[in-house]
């Protein structure tokens, strides 16, 4: 009913300011009754019926709308607890207000866990450990940023006793004035989904070593077959066809070993002072055979020395996948230049062809894996599509960037950019 809300209205705080201004119209209406002229009992029947009339709507209006915000509060309630993600809410002080049932599975803990201020110190502490390094992404033994810089904070964090993999998105909690009340960290457990990965790239590993012995073998013994068949012309068609394919599926394995020492992070293990120009001179130098016999001229304009802290066979097969591709998906008469310069501290690699090109729509995937643009699928209809692929995870690897331009009809050029080390 209207007076129970107004009823509550009353008890709280917030009805102060109106209830004394109905007692300050009360009281001047009893004073001018009893001593003062007329206009201060009009005076005060105004005021008491003013303060009145304001403290029943604003009970009303206040009391229902504290309802509606505790029915929010509810609903809210019931969506964190429902979630399969953890969710995590803790004041400035580090102390927790509130935590669902997946998060206190994914870190350990019970709820009992409410009220408690959590510490650096409890990163050791046998049950508040996980909790503590979730809270605190510092005190884990390994962390990756993943968002930029503002919020939400994304975090990824490697955690010890027991080792464990989170995710973690943390977002600030405003008040009506805009400072911040307290923070929610959502928590997502992908110690599973590492482990699967890991195996994955391990029997990829594992297969692919054990496939490219047998596959050399069977190169050689092509090679050794075509030398010793003399002219009879069937035959070494058939032996020149075997070779190609063997060559082929040994070129998928290697792309295939190289994938899983990029995903291990084995790329920088053997990271040295490298001169690209050096490197470059050499792809070219193993390249213009190949060249001549598309028919495509090569020149490279090296415009100083440039030294890169990298893993020298990486980069090797970065420019050789560059060039490669240039060659292949050049035209008839067409040419690859390659320049060398250096920009804002990075080593800066154009690769540029008069090749067919590349559309905006296969522009977007060039970089991802298994993909292969429409055109390039018509030169060649085996390629494995693992090339560019690989080629940006060693970039990126190198802290570094790599990315393409073209114009369909009018060739293509890959830049990439690498950290200089060294410039002499």
């Known amino acids: 009913m209207w007076y129970r809300d107004v009823l509550k209205y009353w008890s709280r705080k917030e009805a102060f300011p109106v209830l004394g201004t109905a007692v300050l119209g009360a009281t001047l209406l009893a004073i001018g009754s009893a001593f003062a002229p007329l206009w201060v009992i009009v005076l005060g029947a105004v005021t008491l019926l003013a303060g009145s009339g304001i403290a029943f709507w604003n009970g009303i209006r206040l009391t229902r709308l504290l309802g509606e915000r505790g029915v929010s509060a509810v609903r809210l309630e019931r969506v964190i607890a429902a979630m399969k993600e953890g969710v995590l809410i803790y004041a400035p002080d580090f102390e927790v ?64 006793d027991p080792r464990r993999v989170f995710l973690t998105i943390t977002d600030r909690i405003l008040n009506d004035e805009g400072v911040v009340s307290g923070f929610l960290k959502i928590i997502q457990d992908e110690t599973g989904a590492e482990e699967a990965e890991a195996s994955r790239t391990e029997f990829v590993a594992t297969t692919a070593h054990e496939l490219r012995t047998p596959l050399t073998g069977i190169q050689w013994a092509f ?11 069937e035959l070494l068609n058939i032996v020149d066809q075997g070779s190609e394919l063997s060559g082929r599926a040994l070129k998928i394995i290697n792309s295939m070993l190289d994938m899983t020492q990029i995903t291990e992070g084995g790329v920088m293990r053997e990271a040295r002072p490298v001169d690209l120009a050096g490197i470059v001179e050499e792809v070219m130098r193993e390249a213009r055979p190949v060249a001549q016999g598309y028919g495509v001229t090569m020149s490279f304009k090296p415009q100083e020395s440039l030294i890169v802290s990298a893993n020298a066979d990486r980069i090797r097969t970065v ?106």
């Open 97 to 160: 207000r509130e935590i669902n049932d997946a998060a206190c599975a994914v870190l350990g803990v019970g709820r009992d866990v409410v009220g408690k201020k959590i510490t650096p110190s409890l990163a050791e502490h046998r049950t508040y450990g996980l909790l503590a390094q979730v809270v605190y992404p510092s005190l884990a033994p390994l962390t990756e940023q993943i968002s930029e810089e503002g919020w939400p904070h994304i975090v990824r964090v490697e955690t010890k």
């Open 223 to 233: 090679e050794s077959l075509h030398t010793g068949l003399g002219d009879r012309a």
């Open 319 to 424: 420019i050789t996948v560059l060039v490669e591709n240039a060659l292949k998906y050049n035209t008839k008469d067409g040419a690859v230049t390659i320049e060398l310069g250096a920009e804002d501290g990075m080593a800066h690699l154009i690769v540029r062809d008069t090749g067919m090109g590349i559309s905006e729509e296969d522009q977007k995937h060039l970089f991802e894996k298994f993909y292969r643009a429409e055109g390039a699928k018509r030169v060649d209809p085996n390629g494995a599509g693992l090339g560019l692929y690989i080629t940006k995870s060693i970039v990126t690897a190198h802290r570094g960037r790599i990315w393409a331009e073209s114009i369909p009809g009018r060739g293509s050029a890959f830049h990439v950019t690498l950290p200089i080390t060294h410039n002499p």
